[in-house]
């Protein structure tokens, strides 16, 4: 039986505490009750049934009962994209978690069209995975990063993932069907660039650090139809080698 689901950043025996917009959700938008089974999980690849014991002012606790514990993928998934517009970028957050990637970094590049202003801006999108992976049953959010330029990027990557294949995208004659590359069980980064395509420089830059040039398709694509594209492709493959 699937329960309503909720995140809730530490889940341990024998009580948890849900606060905010989780508790929120559950009390004034679900209507559920002392009694009521819901599903918890963290994020971190635990989840958990539990019950509802008491719903007081904007804090509910609950009974944890049954705990589960899921082993993150040997493979990481990372995601290094063009900010892209408003809720076009919203979109791209949330499709990428339903399909299982494990980070994603939002760049400037040269040709970036608007670097967002919120200084909350990766709460939102936090916010934004966290739902994504409610409404699909992922126990894994993705780490989302603030916004910096390609330069830190890559430095932060090839820290962070150092035996990692690097891919960016590519029209050019040079690149190959991403379908026709190897995958070998690396970490895989997959740069995505703005509309307007990456610079010479910026190219250069990646060729330098072991970027592969690759093409989706034929056509010019937007930021996040690229970016789903990768992630449907890198998961794909992932996900067919653990079988």
Same mark, same amino acid.
């Given at each position: 039986m699937n329960f309503h689901r909720f995140y809730c950043e530490v889940i341990n025996r024998p009580v948890a505490e849900l606060s905010g917009a989780e508790a929120r959700h559950l009390a004034q938008v679900l209507r559920l009750k002392a009694g009521d089974k819901v599903e918890l999980f963290d994020g971190r690849g635990t989840?958990?049934?539990?019950?509802?014991?008491?719903?007081?002012?904007?804090?509910?606790?609950?009974?944890?009962?049954?705990?589960?514990?899921?082993?993150?993928?040997?493979?990481?998934?990372?995601?290094?994209?063009?900010?892209?517009?408003?809720?076009?970028?919203?979109?791209?957050?949330? &499709?990428?978690t339903e399909l299982g990637v494990n980070r994603i970094i939002p760049v400037l590049f040269e040709r970036t069209v608007k670097q967002p202003k919120?200084? &909350?801006?990766?709460?939102?999108?936090?916010?934004?995975?966290?739902?994504?992976?409610?409404?699909?049953?992922?126990?894994?959010?993705?780490?989302?990063?603030?916004?910096?330029?390609?330069?830190?990027?890559?430095?932060?990557?090839? &820290?962070?993932?150092?035996?990692a294949q690097l891919l960016f995208g590519s029209l050019s004659e040079n690149s190959k069907p991403v379908l026709q590359c190897s995958f070998t069980g690396k970490d895989m980064i997959a740069f995505v660039g703005p509309e307007g395509g990456l610079t010479d420089e910026e190219e250069n830059l990646l060729r330098q650090n072991g970027a592969k040039e690759v093409r989706l398709a034929d056509t010019v694509l937007r930021v996040e139809t690229a970016a789903v594209a990768f992630a449907s492709v890198l998961t794909m493959q992932r996900d067919a080698q653990s079988l």
């Open positions: 989840a958990a049934v539990a019950t509802i014991k008491n719903l007081s002012g904007k804090k509910v606790t609950l009974q944890v009962e049954d705990v589960k514990v899921f082993e993150k993928p040997a493979q990481q998934i990372i995601l290094a994209v063009s900010v892209a517009k408003g809720e076009r970028f919203d979109w791209l957050i949330e &499709k990428c919120n200084p &909350k801006i990766v709460e939102r999108w936090s916010n934004i995975a966290i739902a994504a992976a409610k409404q699909c049953r992922r126990v894994f959010l993705p780490q989302i990063y603030k916004v910096v330029t390609l330069t830190e990027a890559i430095e932060i990557l090839k &820290k962070d993932y150092p035996q």
